[in-house]
């Protein structure tokens, strides 16, 4: 499974940089989020990939459930896809945003790809191994190399979003007597944390299932975990409660190493 969303994340991850070099216009949502053509045109790369090789699995993708396209994924495994995370950093012209593609069994990520193309970087992982892949400028993976967590140290990096911190976000690492804390976009934070280069992330405010489970399934890889604030694993496929959105997340703490649960340093 990885190879396909490999595949498919490497020829995305190909137009997106084709988009940003030849310039784009901005459209907004219905949420007031921006959407381009390289949204669009890198989902429909990916559902052609997961469709010629999975056909049988639905696929909830951001764009398409946008669009009023959602699946039913009732007590089925299922994909999860955000062709273009972090679109505003695309616009603004940053380097993390991101390709995301993932597989849902039970309610956890089992599965997971992240690629960055403007940075050159993949992060990928399934059945407890993870994988960093180093992408040529040919859009081809050049170099892989294995990734874990790194066990936490007393003195803890976290990692925060770069346009959604939260005052709740400083009172967790006040609590837990974190004092560094770096700001990232996309989910390249899950990956951050996979392989060992910072320790804890905690999220406050509104994110969406397709954001979080391909990061998510790299870093349990990687062995970390993703947990909501009463400690229980994130789950995914989270649809038909009346007070939020179908796919939306609650808060989350996401850990890198063995200091998983809620305590103080």
Known sequence: MLRTFERAALEAGKAIITV??????????????PVTVADEEAERIILAH???????????????????????????????????DGTREFVDGRQEFTVNIAYIENGAPLAGIVYAPALGLAFSGEHGHAERL????????????????????DDRLALASLRHNSPETGSFLAHHAISKCTNIGSSLKFCLLAEGKADVYPRFTRTMEWDTA????????????TVTLDGAPLTYGKTGAA??????????ISWGGTKRALEPA
């Open 20 to 33: 940003l070099r030849e310039g784009f216009p901005v459209a907004m949502k219905a949420d007031a989020s």
């Open 50 to 84: 997961l469709a010629r090789d999975y056909p049988e699995i639905p696929v909830v993708a951001e764009e398409s459930v946008a669009a009023g396209k959602v699946p039913d994924i009732a007590g089925r495994g299922f994909f999860l896809v955000d062709p273009l």
């Open 134 to 153: 180093v992408v040529t400028d040919h859009f081809t993976v050049g170099a892989r190399s294995a990734i874990t967590v790194r066990e936490q140290p």
């Open 214 to 225: 391909a990061g998510d399934a790299v870093l349990r890889a990687a062995g970390g975990s």
């Open 243 to 252: 007070a939020d959105f179908d796919f939306a997340n609650p808060n989350f």
